[in-house]
């Protein structure tokens, strides 16, 4: 997964893919890298950082939780990942390796790697 998300961070960099993140994926980022992979906080601020200073990244700061409520009880999946939904602009494709996107009707959801090429 890391060469996939290298790739994939790379192009974004190079303004090829224009990219959008949230608080909330950056929120579940922190909260991966702290619990499941052990990093200190001051490592997960420093991939946080990181992702921060990304060129071509943009971040996305409104969520619609009436519409993540909607998808919450019709889908059944986290409720973070429902306002992540909520937050993806039309025509748009959410780079993920979390396949509970994929069960949202209308909601294009690839792995990087698929993305890529």
């Not at 608080?23 to 052990?38: K, P």
Request: proline share 2%; aromatic share 12%; net charge positive.
């Amino acid at each position: 997964m890391y060469n996939e998300c290298k790739a994939f961070f790379g192009r974004i960099e190079k303004g090829e893919i224009r990219a959008y993140t949230s608080a909330i994926v950056l929120l579940e980022l922190a909260y991966v890298l702290l619990r499941t992979y052990r990093y200190s906080r001051a490592e997960a601020a420093t991939v946080l950082s990181r992702i921060f200073s990304l060129r071509n990244l943009a971040l996305v700061e409104r969520t619609n939780a009436r519409s993540a409520l909607e998808l919450w009880k019709q889908h059944g999946i986290k409720y973070g990942d429902c306002l992540i939904a909520s937050q993806i602009p039309k025509n748009s494709v959410l780079v993920t390796y979390d396949a509970e996107f994929k069960k949202i009707e209308g909601l294009r959801a690839m792995t990087p790697d698929q993305f890529v090429t």
